[in-house]
């Protein structure tokens, strides 16, 4: 009979928040695959727990999953476990799990932390519904077209952001976003944690570049702290031609986006768009 394949989320920082079916399983198991063993092993060490490990990240996932697959039908069960979190939610795992799948094997989900929604609870721009993103592009380009994409984003959405970059997309953020409401979260769980809300020009004006990976919870479309002052025929025309040229946005989602981020009718930024390309803009 075939072993099982627990999906098995671990601490985000603070190492208590490990939940007791988790540590069963972590000694139960045959084997852990972990995205990092230096970084398991200090769990496991906390805990006294020795079963052996096994890396398993994005360099090596393709080569060692059909023996992992091979070890789960001989009847062993495996742990998959990421650096930090929930694997395959911005973490290796996914192609892994899929194959378990498809091989008929049995797969668990072990729940437990994840900074995303860690960050979500504590954001107050929760509710029913959100969306998660993942990390943006890291190439400016693509990032502003991918930020214009969820500027008309009705409900709070999550993104990841290394500290490198946190700068750059905060200031994407706030040109094509305009100035909303974002909590920002680091070194959740931690001992030196940050939550802070506030609009994302305050953000800029505080964050700096250093350790540990950023947790952004962005408000929803119409949330903009201030109101940001009426476009020229100019100047909207020229963002028109950026969003529509530049980032590959149909004619109608660009006035859509538009009307949304300037609160106009959409009729006033067609009708400015006219003006603007009479006068050679």
């Known amino acids: 009979m075939p072993g099982t394949l627990f999906v098995v989320a671990t601490p985000i920082g603070n190492l208590e928040d490990v939940t007791l079916r988790a540590l069963r399983i972590l000694r139960d198991v045959s084997v852990i695959a972990a995205e990092d063993t230096r970084r398991t092993f200090r769990l496991l060490q906390h805990y006294s727990i020795s079963t052996p490990t096994t890396s398993l990240h994005e360099h090596n996932e393709a080569q060692k999953t059909p023996s992992l697959i091979r070890r789960l039908h001989d009847g062993e069960s495996i742990a998959l476990v990421s650096d930090a979190g929930t694997p395959g939610v911005s973490d290796p795992g996914t192609r892994f799990v899929a194959a378990a799948h498809a091989a008929g094997v049995r797969v668990e989900p072990v729940p437990g932390p994840n900074a995303a929604v860690a960050a979500l609870s504590a954001s107050g721009f929760g509710g029913d519904q959100f ?19 969820l500027a008309a984003e009705p ?9 490198h970059r946190i700068r ?15 909590a920002i979260g680091r070194e959740l769980t931690k001992r ?58 149909n004619r109608r ?21 006219e003006e603007g390309r009479k006068s050679g803009a």
């Open 131 to 149: 969306v998660f993103v993942g990390f943006p592009p890291a190439r400016a380009q693509a990032r502003r077209a991918w930020l214009t994409q």
């Open 155 to 163: 409900r709070p959405w999550v993104v990841y952001e290394a500290p």
């Open 168 to 182: 750059d997309t905060l200031a994407d953020m706030l040109a094509i976003l305009g100035d909303r409401q974002v």
């Open 192 to 249: 030196h944690e940050e939550l802070v809300v506030r609009p994302i020009s305050g953000h800029l004006e505080s964050v700096a570049d250093g350790r540990g990976e950023y947790t952004l919870v962005v408000s929803p479309a119409g949330d903009r702290v201030h109101d940001v002052a009426e476009p020229t025929a100019d100047e909207l025309t020229s963002e028109f031609y950026q969003m529509t040229e530049d980032s590959g946005l």
């Open 253 to 273: 989602e660009a006035i859509r986006q538009l009307a949304l981020k300037y609160r106009l009718p959409a009729r006033a930024v067609y009708a400015r768009l």
